[in-house]
């Protein structure tokens, strides 16, 4: 515990760590057990054309139990903390280490003596807003999107959605931690046409408590990103400068930050494995992987396996400063873990970036496009995840925009991709802006240009 | 089978008329039980075994246009009617009365969905993931790294709702999958390899482990020597099998109801229209024997069905669930699908693939002078509105001369989905079913299978880095 819970979420956290208690007492001797639970509600309503079109509210729980014997991993888990299921879960977890292979690099966290940050995550004012309020939200949403411009003629959805959840981790090596958290978001995406020309657009607001989303900002942004691609045409094919937005820059770090996870280095599947000291991105780039940040909404005292946080750099300079590690990626690599394991109750702890964030640089968003000359200002991205190999680097994604000539508009563009591989652009960015921007997804990122980009259009 | 009831039928009644209460039109009690497992090996060892189980109730409560949701997992009565009661506050009917519902009997059991409930248990599959790991590195000694991965899973579930409805299903799902890093001189490429089908354990007299494997490892073999993919709009051959993806992103989402009344798509008012090439035409199929994406019945109870969606071109309907359906006053089409009880239920695809064309598939390559061939089709992603669509190739090579000739590296494909669609000029006689696919919608993801012949596309722009 850091920061004082409010007193219905102490008395939830305390039930949670009683029942990880409970399970992580049965532990035989020669056997390490861990457990973790987590409990919450949440609530979401969309609106449409005036009215609610649908209003979930929902309490869910969750149970997952890891046991390790003789070096061997098995895990279980249960979506509810109902005594049977959890019981189960127990048992399975057992069951299964008999079929895996011994290793003994696994293991589970031992207590290391770094200090939690102080951390408040839970707004308690956000459990008592009424489902009539949240309405309200929503609609507010749907009918400050459609009022901004004649041109928007509907939404897709207009959300509202937040929730509010405890969880508590114990291991039967000695570490026992809980915690509480509230989120809560807007977001909605527009239909805008001209004509036979549809666009859409999307625009999103966070925050822990309502007081924190702002709805203007959020329809805004829709409805501009809408407005602006109509009569986007595809470009023809060319190499340019591309000028990442910073939620396109976060998705790009994103895939950087897993290549850094130390699995995927010892298990040769990072194009950055024994890179460590050398010049690997453009001496612009300052990295760091720091889930103590308050600005975060991926902040936690926390990681995974119930270590403390702790800020990591990963590019200083350009210069790769080093891997991120959970308990077995460090053991197998002899050093020690940078508290960067992530889950949920429902899976073991993999190796990843928490709360990434670029260091921004000097320039605005507008000046740094105009010093540039020609370049592309990509809006939006799409397939990701079917055009980017994390093994090999190959970087090919679907991408909407803005082209610009010496500086100036030169209309909007669609059905295009642009393609190059995470090596190279790492290498090729040419400015940093200074327009940080904390993301829905923890990842605080500026815009970013990249130079000799291909762009494959008409 | 399913041998007791998973909630007795007169609770299920009074949840059904606690939900109707305020006024409401109707009312639905979704309740579902799921196990899975999982057993990984990794770098040469068998790392971890993993289990899940699930179970819980979604009830959903339909006043006009509104739905109100809320899911538990006690699945008392009293926990079932603070449920409904939650998701009833939405309705601003006519105020309290009682509302007695009445309900089919309980149907005798599922159809003959992945029958085989006697799996291999966990030994036997730790020993299918061995042969896949020795088939994998005996393929070549440039492949680096291996991971198997094999799931199985059971879900059981019941749905009764307020017109009577009373409906039960036992899925039983196994996948196997194979990837493989092949390491050579310009670095490292990647293999894939994944097999899929609503059965058990016989998957595997389907498909063995060193198939698998050896597919897998082929592939990232083969791009070792892969040069860029060329940047720039060409003719794309799309060979059989996975392909089926291009028309679940080209028109499939486009097609569904949900979407389409929302005016969200481009297929949105063209009933009736020639929408594609008269060589298209799209079946949307959940009751194929043993596919991804079959079931008995779809989540909200409606029998799955066999939906021809694009006829030699021409529109001929869209995908239903029962809420967009009951709007219409239609039946639905058996698409209404959900992630679990804590989801609503919405259109969804099931198994949707373009039916053979005539033409040869050798003589569809050697008639393209300069193009892309695309053996093997990663995922993709649409933008329903304007139709622009993406997806990945992960096995893919050059056309020159008539002739497929070397390999590329992976990247991405754009189009426009009408576009596409109009320009397919050629569908040859090889229909086949790809792999199984795990279909994304608004965070809700679902087993979906996909197929199609082999066919070219006369110009689509391809996401390489070369001239």
């Known amino acids: 515990m850091n920061v004082q819970a409010p007193p219905e979420a102490a008395a939830v956290e305390a039930e949670l760590a009683a029942l990880v208690a409970s399970v992580v007492a049965q532990a035989a001797p020669g056997e390490q057990v861990e457990a973790i639970a987590s409990t919450g509600t949440s609530t979401r309503v969309r609106a449409y054309r005036g009215e609610v079109e649908d209003l979930t509210q929902a309490t869910s729980g969750g149970v997952g139990v890891r046991v390790v014997a003789d070096g061997r991993q098995g895990f279980a888990s249960a979506g509810s903390l109902a005594p049977e299921l959890v019981a189960e879960a127990l048992a399975e977890a057992r069951d299964n280490v008999r079929f895996a292979a011994p290793d003994e690099a696994n293991g589970l966290a031992e207590p290391d003596g770094v200090a939690p940050a102080q951390l408040d995550l839970l707004r308690p004012e956000l459990a008592t807003v009424t489902a009539a309020d949240k309405v309200a939200l929503a609609l507010e949403l749907e009918r400050r999107a459609t009022s901004m411009d004649a041109r928007i003629r509907g939404v897709r959805s207009a959300v509202y959605a937040d929730s509010v959840g405890s969880s508590a981790l114990a291991t039967s090596t000695g570490l026992h931690v809980a915690g509480s958290s509230s989120t809560c978001y807007v977001t909605v995406q527009v239909l805008a046409g001209e004509g036979d020309a549809t666009q859409t657009g999307a625009g999103s607001s966070v925050g822990r408590s309502v007081a924190d989303l702002d709805l203007a900002d959020a329809a805004g942004r829709a409805v501009d990103r809408a407005v602006r691609m109509l009569g986007a045409r595809q470009p023809a094919t060319q190499r340019t400068t591309v000028v990442l937005e910073p939620a396109v820059t976060a998705s790009f770090l994103g895939i950087v930050g897993s290549t850094l996870g130390g699995e995927a280095v010892l298990k040769g599947r990072s194009p950055f494995a024994d890179r460590v000291g050398e010049r690997v991105a453009s001496a612009l780039l300052v990295l760091v992987d720091d889930p103590t940040d308050p600005a975060s909404l991926a902040a936690d005292p926390h990681d995974g396996e119930g270590l403390a946080s702790r800020r990591n750099g990963l590019l200083s300079d350009g210069v790769l400063q080093g891997y991120l590690h959970n308990t077995w990626s460090a053991r197998r690599s002899g050093t020690a873990s940078t508290a960067s394991a992530v889950r949920g109750v429902g899976s073991t702890p993999a190796v990843g970036p928490r709360a990434l964030a670029l260091q921004p640089g000097t320039v605005g968003p507008d000046e740094l496009v105009a010093s540039l000359g020609d370049c592309l200002v990509v809006t939006e991205v799409q397939g990701l995840h079917s055009g980017v190999n994390r093994v090999s680097g190959d970087f090919s994604v679907g991408a909407r925009g803005v082209l610009f000539r010496a500086g100036e508009p030169a209309g909007a563009v669609r059905e295009l991709t642009i393609a190059s591989t995470l090596q190279r652009m790492l290498l090729d960015v040419v400015a940093v802006g200074s327009d940080l921007e904390w993301q829905p997804g923890g990842t605080g990122a500026p815009s970013l240009a990249i130079a000799d980009v291909a762009l494959s259009g008409a | ?467």
């Open chain 2, 1 to 467: 089978m399913i041998d007791q009831p998973m909630i007795d039928h007169a609770v299920l009644e009074r949840v059904l008329g606690a939900g109707l209460r305020t006024g409401a039109d109707f009312a639905e009690v979704f309740v579902e039980d799921r196990r899975s497992s999982s057993a990984r090996l990794d770098d040469g060892v068998v790392e971890e075994l993993g289990s899940s189980h699930d179970r819980g109730a979604g009830i959903r409560v339909v006043s006009g246009g509104t739905t109100g949701f809320a899911h538990t997992t006690d699945l008392t009565e009293r926990g079932l009617l603070v449920a409904a009661e939650a998701a009833s506050t939405v309705a601003r009917g006519a105020g309290e009365r009682a509302r007695a519902v009445a309900l089919a009997p309980r149907p005798a059991g599922p159809g003959e969905v992945g029958h085989d409930r006697e799996g291999g248990g966990k030994a036997a599959t730790v020993a299918l993931l061995r042969r896949a790991d020795d088939a994998a590195r005996s393929a070549g000694g440039q492949i680096s790294q291996v991971s198997v991965t094999a799931g199985s899973g059971r879900r059981r579930f019941l749905v009764a709702n307020s017109e009577g409805v009373h409906a039960e299903d036992d899925q039983v799902r196994t996948s196997f999958s194979v990837a493989c890093v092949a390491l050579g001189d310009t670095g490292m490429q990647t293999g894939t390899e994944s097999v899929g089908h609503t059965v058990g354990f016989e998957l595997f007299d389907r498909a063995t482990p060193e198939a698998i494997a050896t597919t897998a490892a082929r592939r990232a073999l083969g791009k070792l020597t892969a040069r860029p993919a060329p940047s720039g709009t060409l003719p794309v051959v799309i060979g059989p099998g996975s392909g089926g993806v291009l028309f679940h992103e080209a028109c499939g989402h486009g097609l569904e109801a949900d979407l389409v009344r929302k005016a969200a798509s481009v297929f949105a008012g063209r009933v009736g229209d020639q929408v594609a090439s008269p060589l298209v035409t799209l079946v949307d199929d959940g009751t194929v024997d043993g596919e991804w994406g079959t079931g008995a019945v779809d989540d909200e109870g409606s029998p799955r069905r066999r939906n021809v969606l694009i006829d030699h071109g021409v529109l001929t309907d869209y995908l239903w669930d029962h809420l967009r359906a009951r709007e219409e006053l239609r039946d639905s089409s058996g698409n209404g699908r959900r992630q679990s009880y804590r989801h609503l239920p919405m259109v969804r695809m099931t198994n949707t693939f373009l039916l053979a064309g005539a033409d040869d598939p050798a003589a569809i390559v050697r008639d393209t002078a300069h193009g892309v061939y695309i053996a093997k089709l990663g995922g993709g992603s649409v933008n329903t509105a304007t139709g622009d669509f993406v997806f990945g190739m992960t096995e893919s090579y050059l056309i020159e001369g008539g002739e497929i000739t070397e390999p590329l590296r992976g990247g991405n494909l754009t189009g426009n989905g009408p576009a596409v669609l109009g320009a397919i000029d050629a569908c040859g006689d090889d229909f086949a079913m790809g792999g199984p696919g795990t279909c994304g919608k608004d965070g809700q993801s679902v087993p979906v299978g996909l197929g199609q012949p082999t066919l070219r596309v006369t110009g689509m722009t391809v996401g390489g880095t070369a001239r």
